[in-house]
Protein backbone atom coordinates (compact mmCIF):
# COMPACT_ATOMS: atom_id res chain seq x y z
CA UNK A 1 0.00 0.00 0.00
CA UNK A 2 2.47 2.19 0.99
CA UNK A 3 4.64 1.86 -1.97
CA UNK A 4 1.52 2.43 -4.13
CA UNK A 5 0.82 5.62 -2.72
CA UNK A 6 4.69 6.69 -2.95
CA UNK A 7 4.19 5.68 -7.27
CA UNK A 8 1.51 7.60 -7.44
CA UNK A 9 2.61 10.60 -6.28
CA UNK A 10 5.78 10.35 -8.65
CA UNK A 11 3.24 10.24 -11.35
CA UNK A 12 1.20 13.54 -9.95
CA UNK A 13 4.98 15.18 -9.85
CA UNK A 14 5.54 14.08 -13.46
CA UNK A 15 1.84 15.03 -15.10
CA UNK A 16 2.29 18.82 -13.14
CA UNK A 17 5.68 18.83 -14.84
CA UNK A 18 4.14 17.74 -18.21
CA UNK A 19 0.97 20.20 -17.96
CA UNK A 20 3.22 23.41 -17.02
CA UNK A 21 4.91 23.75 -20.21
CA UNK A 22 7.61 25.52 -21.61
CA UNK A 23 9.57 27.77 -18.34
CA UNK A 24 9.12 31.33 -18.67
CA UNK A 25 12.61 32.88 -19.18
CA UNK A 26 14.34 36.18 -19.64
CA UNK A 27 17.69 36.01 -21.93
CA UNK A 28 21.05 37.30 -20.73
CA UNK A 29 22.48 39.16 -23.64
CA UNK A 30 26.22 38.87 -24.58
CA UNK A 31 28.08 41.87 -23.80
CA UNK A 32 30.05 43.23 -26.28
CA UNK A 33 33.81 42.41 -26.96
CA UNK A 34 35.11 45.38 -26.65
CA UNK A 35 33.42 45.40 -23.19
CA UNK A 36 34.67 42.61 -22.69
CA UNK A 37 38.48 44.09 -23.27
CA UNK A 38 41.16 42.24 -25.30
CA UNK A 39 40.73 39.08 -23.68
CA UNK A 40 37.85 38.21 -25.23
CA UNK A 41 36.97 36.32 -29.01
CA UNK A 42 33.94 35.30 -30.52
CA UNK A 43 33.48 31.81 -31.32
CA UNK A 44 30.53 29.40 -32.63
CA UNK A 45 29.48 27.22 -29.63
CA UNK A 46 27.96 23.22 -29.94
CA UNK A 47 25.34 22.92 -33.23
CA UNK A 48 26.31 26.54 -34.24
CA UNK A 49 24.97 27.98 -31.01
CA UNK A 50 26.25 31.55 -30.07
CA UNK A 51 29.17 31.53 -27.47
CA UNK A 52 31.63 33.95 -26.09
CA UNK A 53 35.40 32.34 -25.15
CA UNK A 54 37.06 34.22 -22.57
CA UNK A 55 40.81 34.31 -22.29
CA UNK A 56 42.65 34.38 -19.14
CA UNK A 57 46.28 35.88 -18.50
CA UNK A 58 48.79 35.51 -16.61
CA UNK A 59 47.43 38.04 -13.86
CA UNK A 60 43.72 37.41 -12.29
CA UNK A 61 41.10 38.35 -14.47
CA UNK A 62 37.21 39.21 -14.24
CA UNK A 63 35.78 39.48 -17.11
CA UNK A 64 31.37 40.85 -17.46
CA UNK A 65 29.94 38.47 -20.41
CA UNK A 66 26.38 38.31 -20.12
CA UNK A 67 23.84 41.14 -18.61
CA UNK A 68 20.06 41.76 -17.89
CA UNK A 69 19.04 44.93 -17.70
CA UNK A 70 15.25 44.64 -15.46
CA UNK A 71 14.55 41.25 -16.11
CA UNK A 72 11.09 41.69 -14.61
CA UNK A 73 11.36 38.41 -12.86
CA UNK A 74 8.20 37.80 -10.88
CA UNK A 75 9.70 35.27 -8.08
CA UNK A 76 12.50 35.43 -5.57
CA UNK A 77 13.72 32.63 -6.88
CA UNK A 78 15.44 32.13 -9.76
CA UNK A 79 18.77 30.06 -11.88
CA UNK A 80 20.50 31.51 -14.46
CA UNK A 81 21.44 28.01 -16.38
CA UNK A 82 23.88 27.99 -19.30
CA UNK A 83 26.73 25.85 -20.61
CA UNK A 84 30.29 26.04 -20.31
CA UNK A 85 33.52 24.62 -21.67
CA UNK A 86 36.86 25.20 -20.13
CA UNK A 87 40.47 24.50 -21.04
CA UNK A 88 43.93 24.64 -19.16
CA UNK A 89 42.63 26.70 -16.40
CA UNK A 90 44.74 27.91 -13.57
CA UNK A 91 44.05 27.48 -10.13
CA UNK A 92 40.25 27.57 -9.35
CA UNK A 93 38.27 29.88 -11.61
CA UNK A 94 34.42 30.34 -11.45
CA UNK A 95 31.22 32.01 -12.72
CA UNK A 96 29.71 34.65 -11.03
CA UNK A 97 26.13 36.09 -10.89
CA UNK A 98 25.52 39.44 -9.87
CA UNK A 99 22.25 40.77 -8.50
CA UNK A 100 21.81 44.03 -8.39
CA UNK A 101 19.16 45.34 -6.49
CA UNK A 102 19.59 49.40 -6.14
CA UNK A 103 19.47 50.61 -2.63
CA UNK A 104 19.00 47.17 -1.41
CA UNK A 105 22.71 45.87 -2.40
CA UNK A 106 24.10 43.73 -4.67
CA UNK A 107 24.41 39.79 -4.14
CA UNK A 108 26.38 37.09 -5.80
CA UNK A 109 25.84 33.36 -6.38
CA UNK A 110 29.18 31.54 -7.39
CA UNK A 111 29.80 28.42 -8.81
CA UNK A 112 32.56 26.96 -6.50
CA UNK A 113 31.08 23.45 -5.42
CA UNK A 114 33.30 20.39 -6.08
CA UNK A 115 30.70 18.49 -8.39
CA UNK A 116 27.80 19.31 -10.37
CA UNK A 117 26.50 21.90 -11.93
CA UNK A 118 27.80 24.84 -9.62
CA UNK A 119 31.35 23.43 -9.65
CA UNK A 120 34.72 25.46 -9.54
CA UNK A 121 35.98 26.24 -13.18
CA UNK A 122 39.81 24.20 -12.91
CA UNK A 123 41.76 22.23 -15.35
CA UNK A 124 39.81 20.95 -18.36
CA UNK A 125 36.56 19.98 -19.14
CA UNK A 126 33.98 19.26 -22.01
CA UNK A 127 30.32 21.41 -22.33
CA UNK A 128 28.72 20.39 -19.34
CA UNK A 129 25.45 22.38 -17.48
CA UNK A 130 25.76 25.01 -15.14
CA UNK A 131 23.92 26.42 -12.58
CA UNK A 132 23.68 29.89 -10.77
CA UNK A 133 20.60 29.93 -8.71
CA UNK A 134 19.48 32.84 -6.06
CA UNK A 135 16.99 32.94 -3.37
CA UNK A 136 16.43 36.75 -2.35
CA UNK A 137 13.89 38.57 -0.33
CA UNK A 138 10.12 37.73 -1.33
CA UNK A 139 9.02 41.39 -3.05
CA UNK A 140 12.09 42.50 -4.14
CA UNK A 141 12.98 42.74 -7.92
CA UNK A 142 16.83 42.92 -8.94
CA UNK A 143 16.94 46.12 -11.43
CA UNK A 144 20.02 44.28 -13.08
CA UNK A 145 21.86 40.92 -13.44
CA UNK A 146 25.10 40.40 -15.00
CA UNK A 147 27.43 37.14 -15.30
CA UNK A 148 30.80 37.22 -15.04
CA UNK A 149 34.50 34.91 -15.19
CA UNK A 150 36.94 34.54 -12.78
CA UNK A 151 39.99 33.65 -13.33
CA UNK A 152 42.86 33.64 -11.14
CA UNK A 153 45.34 33.23 -14.08
CA UNK A 154 45.66 31.65 -17.23
CA UNK A 155 42.88 29.65 -19.25
CA UNK A 156 40.56 29.48 -21.70
CA UNK A 157 36.67 29.34 -20.87
CA UNK A 158 33.50 28.91 -23.55
CA UNK A 159 30.09 29.78 -22.46
CA UNK A 160 27.44 28.78 -25.21
CA UNK A 161 23.54 28.41 -25.35
CA UNK A 162 21.00 31.32 -24.93
CA UNK A 163 21.41 32.15 -20.80
CA UNK A 164 18.00 32.57 -19.15
CA UNK A 165 16.96 33.39 -16.12
CA UNK A 166 14.04 31.19 -14.66
CA UNK A 167 11.28 32.27 -12.41
CA UNK A 168 11.88 29.05 -9.82
CA UNK A 169 8.35 29.16 -8.96
CA UNK A 170 6.71 29.56 -12.29
CA UNK A 171 9.46 27.43 -14.01
CA UNK A 172 8.25 23.73 -14.08
CA UNK A 173 10.23 22.57 -11.63
CA UNK A 174 9.26 20.09 -9.05
CA UNK A 175 10.00 22.04 -6.21
CA UNK A 176 12.18 24.90 -5.44
CA UNK A 177 16.03 25.04 -4.36
CA UNK A 178 14.88 25.72 -0.64
CA UNK A 179 12.55 23.09 -0.98
CA UNK A 180 14.97 20.81 -2.54
CA UNK A 181 16.82 21.25 0.87
CA UNK A 182 13.58 20.03 2.69
CA UNK A 183 13.09 17.31 0.97
CA UNK A 184 16.85 15.70 1.36
CA UNK A 185 16.23 16.57 4.98
CA UNK A 186 12.96 14.90 5.84
CA UNK A 187 13.89 11.89 3.61
CA UNK A 188 17.26 11.59 5.35
CA UNK A 189 15.14 11.96 8.66
CA UNK A 190 12.06 9.08 7.61
CA UNK A 191 15.55 6.82 6.63
CA UNK A 192 17.01 7.21 9.75
CA UNK A 193 13.86 6.80 11.84
CA UNK A 194 12.95 3.34 9.85
CA UNK A 195 16.33 2.47 10.58
CA UNK A 196 16.42 3.01 13.97
CA UNK A 197 13.09 1.32 14.41
CA UNK A 198 14.80 -2.28 12.56
CA UNK A 199 18.03 -1.71 14.87
CA UNK A 200 15.60 -1.51 17.79
CA UNK A 201 13.36 -3.95 16.82
CA UNK A 202 16.09 -6.62 16.45
CA UNK A 203 18.06 -5.81 19.78
CA UNK A 204 14.55 -6.72 21.72
CA UNK A 205 14.43 -10.09 19.73
CA UNK A 206 11.48 -9.14 17.36
CA UNK A 207 13.22 -9.39 14.30
CA UNK A 208 10.03 -9.85 12.19
CA UNK A 209 9.40 -6.62 12.74
CA UNK A 210 12.66 -5.03 11.93
CA UNK A 211 12.33 -6.77 8.60
CA UNK A 212 8.97 -5.30 7.90
CA UNK A 213 10.79 -2.13 8.98
CA UNK A 214 13.63 -2.41 6.35
CA UNK A 215 10.98 -3.49 4.08
CA UNK A 216 9.53 -0.35 4.06
CA UNK A 217 12.68 1.89 3.71
CA UNK A 218 12.93 0.08 0.84
CA UNK A 219 10.55 0.79 -0.46
CA UNK A 220 10.59 4.09 0.09
CA UNK A 221 14.15 4.40 -0.99
CA UNK A 222 13.43 2.73 -4.34
CA UNK A 223 10.32 4.67 -5.23
CA UNK A 224 12.97 7.91 -4.36
CA UNK A 225 15.40 6.68 -6.64
CA UNK A 226 12.91 6.04 -10.06
CA UNK A 227 11.59 9.75 -9.10
CA UNK A 228 15.22 10.67 -9.03
CA UNK A 229 16.06 8.98 -12.74
CA UNK A 230 12.96 10.34 -14.04
CA UNK A 231 14.11 13.93 -12.89
CA UNK A 232 17.07 13.43 -14.19
CA UNK A 233 15.26 12.23 -18.14
CA UNK A 234 13.06 14.97 -17.36
CA UNK A 235 15.91 17.28 -17.06
CA UNK A 236 14.64 18.47 -13.82
CA UNK A 237 17.38 20.58 -12.01
CA UNK A 238 20.18 19.35 -10.13
CA UNK A 239 18.35 20.39 -6.92
CA UNK A 240 14.97 18.55 -7.89
CA UNK A 241 16.75 15.23 -9.15
CA UNK A 242 20.01 15.24 -6.80
CA UNK A 243 18.21 14.62 -3.08
CA UNK A 244 16.40 11.64 -4.80
CA UNK A 245 19.02 9.85 -5.93
CA UNK A 246 21.30 10.84 -3.21
CA UNK A 247 18.81 9.48 -0.70
CA UNK A 248 17.60 6.30 -2.87
CA UNK A 249 20.90 5.17 -3.25
CA UNK A 250 21.81 5.23 0.32
CA UNK A 251 19.01 3.96 1.27
CA UNK A 252 18.80 1.18 -1.15
CA UNK A 253 21.97 0.22 -0.50
CA UNK A 254 22.37 0.30 3.74
CA UNK A 255 19.60 -0.65 4.50
CA UNK A 256 19.21 -3.42 2.05
CA UNK A 257 22.52 -5.09 3.70
CA UNK A 258 20.77 -4.53 6.96
CA UNK A 259 17.79 -6.44 5.16
CA UNK A 260 20.33 -9.20 4.34
CA UNK A 261 21.46 -9.54 7.66
CA UNK A 262 18.44 -9.58 9.25
CA UNK A 263 16.88 -12.56 6.90
CA UNK A 264 20.16 -15.02 7.73
CA UNK A 265 19.75 -14.23 11.36
CA UNK A 266 16.19 -15.74 10.97
CA UNK A 267 17.43 -18.24 8.82
CA UNK A 268 19.57 -19.26 11.45
CA UNK A 269 17.54 -19.19 14.82
CA UNK A 270 14.90 -20.98 12.76
CA UNK A 271 17.44 -23.85 11.64
CA UNK A 272 18.47 -24.11 15.34
CA UNK A 273 14.96 -24.81 16.07
CA UNK A 274 14.69 -27.36 13.49
CA UNK A 275 17.97 -28.90 14.50
CA UNK A 276 16.94 -28.89 18.00
CA UNK A 277 13.76 -30.45 18.11
CA UNK A 278 15.65 -33.01 15.86
CA UNK A 279 17.77 -34.28 18.22
CA UNK A 280 14.97 -34.25 21.28
Not at 40 to 45: I, L, P, Q, R
Not at 99 to 115: I, P, Q, V
Amino acid sequence: MFLRMMLVAVLLLTCRNSASGEAPTVELTFASLEEMGQNAVSSAGPASEPAVIVLGSDQPSTTRVAVCESPGILNHQYVVRGRVKYEDVAGDGYLELLNDFGSNGEFFTRTLSATGPMSKLTGTSDWREFELPFDGNPGRKPRRLTLRVVLPGQGKVAIAQPLMVLSAGQAGDWWSIQQGGWVGGIGGMLLGIFGGLAGLSARRKRKHLAVSMCSTAIAFSLVSLIAGIAGLVMRQPFHVFYPLLLIGGIGAFAIGLNLRNLLQQIRSEELRKIQAADAV
